[in-house]
């Protein structure tokens, strides 16, 4: 879990300024963050392709062509 003086170092490095109620909450929620990070961490995706593009979209535009030039 992360200290509240660590949560006060994070805000000073990011510059917020948090109420010593905030520092309290901000402590426990991103403790929480960090747990669900390491649960990730375990996560086996060695048989899952790496990926950039997750929604399938593909380039939805036209392929540019060359045009003999109009002239006027």
Do not use: C, W
């Amino acid at each position: 879990m992360l200290t509240e003086d660590q949560v006060r170092h994070i805000a000073k490095l990011a510059r917020i300024r948090l109420t010593d109620e905030e520092v309290k909450k901000f402590s426990k929620q991103l403790s929480g963050v960090l747990d669900y990070m390491d649960v990730l961490n375990e996560v086996d995706t060695k048989k899952v392709a790496e990926t950039s593009q997750v929604t399938g979209l593909k380039n939805v535009m036209e392929e540019d062509a060359i045009l003999p030039a109009q002239s006027g």
